[in-house]
Each structure stands twice: as structure tokens, then as C-alpha cells.
């Protein structure tokens, strides 16, 4: 089938987005870069590395473009959502919780009738308290609503129980005026 276009329309052109522009943004692409220059690096200074390294597949394709795809992680789990739904890894990337619809996450506190759609999911951590935290924007075209759909891991285990809550996002009756 055809994939899921995002509301907001299809994607920009690689020159709007700054692709194809890059050699004019980078006008020293390609040159030694003097230490001396603001923003300029030691050539014998190594790159930056990151603290974690993962080559793993991730969450498979989903029809939506964009997937809109994010991640949270803490020392032992990997929480990953894409527009409709998450998986939980293990710290090596081995699958804790299998892809989950956010349809059926949610299911408990969507409004009676649904006939809706979620997409643009945010995650974290928060070493804090421990504990995951994940929203994602929700929309009832039949009934012209829109929600916020947050959940707070009860512990820091992602794959475990879960606080759900669900707020109207939509505060007249345009039925153009939605959270997105």
C-alpha cells in the first residue's frame, strides 16, 4: 500500500532541508582547518566518540514517512517509537518487547469511539527518578479531536507496567486548530 504521508505535507526538497547546499554552509569543506579558526579543530586531535555504539535493526518499516523515529535509553534497556508504536531492547539490542501499536498501548484510555491516529513520538529517561516517559500526539478525524497521549514507566523497566494518561489537546470547535 502507499505509505503514510505526515499532515504537514511531503517532505521537502533536498535544497530546502540544506542537502544539497551543504558545500555552501561548509565553505572550508575538504581543507585543513586551522586550530586558530573559531569552530576550527587540531588536525591531530581525535573526533569526538560517542560513549555507546549500536549497529542493530531497528524498529522495521511502518508506511509512515516520516517514521519520526526516537530513542531513550538507561544502562540496561532501549525504548525506541516510531509514529505508531515502540519496541524495547535490551542493552545489546536483543528485542525485551516486541513492536507494540500505540492502537493497542493506549487502548485503555482512548475516548469512546476512536477512530484515530497517532504519530510524532517523543521519549526519555529520567536518570532522576528512573523511571521512561513517552507522549505522542493523537488525532480522531470522524470525531475532530485531538489528545496527548503520555505514559510514565512505573519503574526502569520500559517493558514493565506503565502510568497512562490522556489530555484533550484541542480547545475549540476549528476543527483546524489540532496538536501537531
Do not use: C
Not at 530546502?16 to 586558530?36: F, H, K, S, Y
Not at 581525535?46 to 538507561?74: C, E, F, H, K
Not at 519496541?87 to 501499536?101: K, L, P
Not at 497517532?118 to 475532530?144: I, K, N, T
Amino acid at each position: 500500500g502507499q505509505p503514510k504521508s505526515h499532515v504537514q505535507g511531503e517532505p521537502a526538497p533536498q535544497a530546502e532541508r540544506g542537502i544539497a547546499g551543504q558545500a555552501a554552509l561548509a565553505p572550508n569543506a575538504g581543507q585543513q582547518v586551522d586550530a586558530t579558526t573559531p569552530g576550527g579543530r587540531d588536525a591531530a586531535s581525535p573526533a569526538p566518540r560517542s560513549a555507546v555504539t549500536l549497529n542493530q535493526q531497528a524498529i522495521a518499516y511502518t508506511g509512515w514517512i516520516p517514521p519520526d523515529a526516537v530513542v531513550a535509553a538507561n544502562s540496561s534497556y532501549i525504548l525506541a517509537a516510531v509514529n505508531n508504536g515502540i519496541t524495547v531492547y535490551d542493552s545489546t539490542g536483543g528485542v525485551v518487547q516486541a513492536f507494540t501499536t500505540f492502537t493497542s498501548f493506549f487502548q485503555s484510555k482512548q475516548p469512546a469511539g476512536w477512530q484515530g491516529f497517532y504519530f510524532d513520538p517523543r521519549v526519555a529517561y529520567v536518570s532522576a527518578e528512573g523511571l521512561f516517559l513517552f507522549m505522542v500526539a493523537g488525532r480522531d478525524d470522524v470525531a475532530q479531536t485531538s489528545y496527548l497521549f503520555l505514559a510514565v514507566s512505573q519503574t526502569s523497566d520500559p517493558s514493565g507496567l506503565w502510568w497512562l494518561y490522556r489530555y484533550r489537546a484541542d480547545q475549540n470547535a476549528d476543527v483546524d486548530s489540532w496538536l501537531d
